[in-house]
């Protein structure tokens, strides 16, 4: 199947009337479905700009709308899942799906292969990106639009990482050379985490230069390039002509492929702090999948400073949270799971018995009745010190890059949310649904 690409970007200014209603009268998804039912399908435009507008104003993430026989359904992914919020007839539809090509620089006359665009929400005084996708389906095309709000660009602390972690981060964002690697699915908030650490690494005395595909924030003070393959500028040759620039912090977007995991291993062992993410599970699979690359593990160790990975998990509400004294069941996989906790750790969580509190989530209507509102990461990471580096040098087991990191105090992904469960942030419920059940 053919991809068809257009870089044109068109622009909605919403009104500030339009925006102050929602302000006022979108707070939930109950008051966003009635607020599109008031709008009249011949005014297309403000029937967009309402989805738009309260989609932002939900902090949703994306926005699907997708066509069956008789309607199509408009989904928003909130807190990292999908909800449903309303449905249209297909003559609504096909004027929207019209409109959002218009703006996205798509062809009209095309509906029988994926087309990817964007184009600018103006909200006041923010600029929205919003990336565009469509795809033909069964009943029709099938629309993803994705909203790259500046908002949700927070500082390193307000990640949700530990306070020793931070602490160790902040360290090694101040060195001049080598490379921080964040690991993680699609969807775990690699990039808000890539976009904090580069924004720690400003300041005058440092030129910073990143290559991305595609560039999802624009940040001042930071020259920026984006990918464009189609030109021969992918992340290896870009990589290449950045290393011409003299910078002292590069960002590479994602090592896809050998010769960027070369380059930029290069950029880490001649003078660069690198920042980089990368498809594994966890951080210990940062190593054997950068040798199942071809990199040479000889390399590796000396060029990694750090190697990080995260998963998003959604918080309790804050305004219907309850807390409930810990099963026996629960009770028994805290304990098993935090066994190997660290001493420096341990002290300062509460006491795990049989009183134990914990939190539960119930559902109101600031929650749209899930029990959750807003997200934090949970994290693991390993440093490479000497011994690392030499462990690195002689194994590309997993397991037993794991287990030698945990050996050096690594806190897993699955111990770093059971601590959140005892700092009453989530519920375990929570935790076993974004790591599994062990």
Do not use: W
């Not at 926005?63 to 249209?88: C, V, W, Y």
């Not at 297909?90 to 019209?98: C, E, N, R, T, Y």
């Not at 070369?262 to 594994?280: F, R, S």
């Amino acid at each position: 199947m053919t991809e068809v690409s257009k870089k044109i970007t068109g622009s909605v200014e919403i009104s500030s009337e339009i925006i102050q209603e929602a302000k006022k009268e979108i707070q939930n998804i109950s008051q966003f479905k009635e607020k599109i039912s008031r709008f009249s399908a011949e005014n297309i435009t403000d029937v967009l700009d309402i989805i738009l507008i309260g989609a932002i104003n939900l902090s949703a993430s994306d926005i699907h709308i997708e066509p069956s026989k008789n309607e199509a359904l408009l989904r928003a992914r909130i807190d990292g899942m999908l909800q449903d919020i309303t449905s249209f007839d297909l003559i609504v539809f096909q004027k929207v799906l019209s409109r959002i090509k218009l703006l996205s620089g798509l062809k009209l006359n095309i509906n029988d292969r994926p087309q990817d665009g964007r184009f600018s929400v103006s909200a006041q005084q923010d600029l929205i990106e919003i990336r565009s996708s469509t795809l033909p389906a069964e009943y029709g095309e099938s629309i993803v639009l994705r909203i790259l709000n500046p908002k949700n660009l927070i500082t390193l602390e307000a990640l949700g990482l530990r306070e020793d972690l931070l602490k160790a981060i902040n360290k090694e964002l101040t060195k001049p050379d080598g490379m921080i690697i964040i690991t993680g699915p699609t969807g775990s908030g690699k990039t808000t985490t890539l976009y904090s650490f580069l924004t720690k690494t400003k300041n005058p005395e440092n030129k910073i230069i990143t290559i991305e595909d595609p560039i999802e924030y624009h940040l001042s003070g930071i020259s920026q390039t984006q990918t464009h393959p189609e030109k021969g500028y992918d992340f290896a040759s870009g990589l290449k002509s950045i290393m011409r620039q003299d910078p002292d912090v590069i960002l590479v977007g994602e090592i896809r492929d050998l010769e960027t995991a070369q380059i930029a291993i290069q950029a880490a062992l001649t003078g660069h702090l690198v920042l980089t993410t990368l498809h594994t599970n966890d951080a210990a699979g940062t190593i054997a999948r950068l040798i199942s690359l071809g990199a040479k593990s000889a390399n590796i160790g000396p060029a990694i400073n750090l190697a990080i990975a995260q998963r998003l998990i959604r918080k309790v509400c804050p305004q219907c949270f309850k807390m409930k004294t810990v099963s026996d069941q629960d009770l028994e996989k805290i304990k098993k799971g935090l066994k190997n906790l660290p001493e420096a750790i341990k002290k300062k969580l509460p006491s795990i018995t049989k009183s134990l509190q914990i939190p539960q989530s119930i559902g109101c209507h600031d929650c749209n009745s899930t029990g959750f509102r807003g997200r934090i990461g949970i994290f693991e990471a390993f440093f490479v010190n000497d011994k690392m580096e030499k462990f690195i040098s002689t194994s590309n087991s997993i397991a037993l890059l794991k287990e030698e990191a945990i050996k050096q105090g690594m806190i897993t992904l699955r111990q770093d949310g059971l601590i959140k469960v005892l700092e009453k942030i989530t519920t375990i419920e929570e935790i076993d649904r974004v790591m599994g059940e062990e």
